[in-house]
Structures are given as structure tokens and as C-alpha cells.
């Protein structure tokens, strides 16, 4: 499976930013997919991840302001973020894996949101 992320950039605080995940390869095979941020000098953390067939869970700080989406049809994820803040800045990585347990196996490059 092969994961290439799209749509970060600079927003002012407050903005919104949709970001987007495109997976190739045995996507039919992925049971859960997920966003990662990671920040200068902090460990990665998870921010919002979905299953199948569509549970979402979402990090505290996310809850209400962003939304986890997926079309199979396109084999493409998505992350809509609003009321941006500078603390949502860093790398955003989408990552997949096979079973809903263990370790996300499958991970992009990241896209860079500057809040």
C-alpha cells in the first residue's frame, strides 16, 4: 500500500485546511487508516483515525474541530480541519494498516500545516 498526502500549507489561526491522502496498491486490504501529526520536538501522536466500517476516534484537541473521512471510491482520506491554532502545526502523515490491532504498517511522507 502506498500513501501520498496532499493539501497542507500556511493558514492564519482560525482557518481551515482539508487534508488529503491518496492510497494505491492492496487498498483492499486496509481495515483502519489514520492522521499522525508530528511537531518540532515532540513525539508523534495520533490525531484522528477510522475503521471499518467508519468508527472514528479523534484526539482530544481535535474533537469538534476536525472530521476523518474516507471514500473507498477513490481509495482517498481526508482530514477537514478547522478553528486552526498554532498548536496544530507540524508534519501530518497518513497511515494505514491491516487489522484493527497492532501497528499502522503503511505510512506517507507527510504534509507540512504552518497555523
Known amino acids: 500500500v502506498q500513501l501520498v498526502e496532499s493539501g497542507g500549507g500556511s493558514v492564519e489561526a482560525g482557518g481551515s485546511l482539508r487534508l488529503s491522502c491518496a492510497a494505491s496498491g492492496h487498498t483492499s486490504s486496509v481495515n483502519c487508516m489514520g492522521w499522525f501529526r508530528q511537531a518540532a520536538g515532540k513525539e508523534r501522536e495520533v490525531v484522528a483515525t477510522i475503521g471499518d466500517p467508519g468508527t472514528t476516534t479523534y484526539t482530544d484537541s481535535a474533537k469538534g474541530r476536525f472530521t476523518i473521512s474516507k471514500d473507498n471510491a477513490k481509495d482517498t482520506l481526508y482530514l477537514q480541519m478547522t478553528g486552526l491554532n498554532a498548536e496544530d502545526t507540524g508534519m501530518y502523515l497518513c497511515?494505514?494498516?491491516?487489522?484493527?490491532?497492532?501497528?499502522?504498517?503503511?505510512w506517507g511522507q507527510g504534509t507540512q500545516v504552518t497555523v
Open positions: 497511515a494505514a494498516k491491516l487489522h484493527t490491532y497492532g501497528e499502522y504498517t503503511y
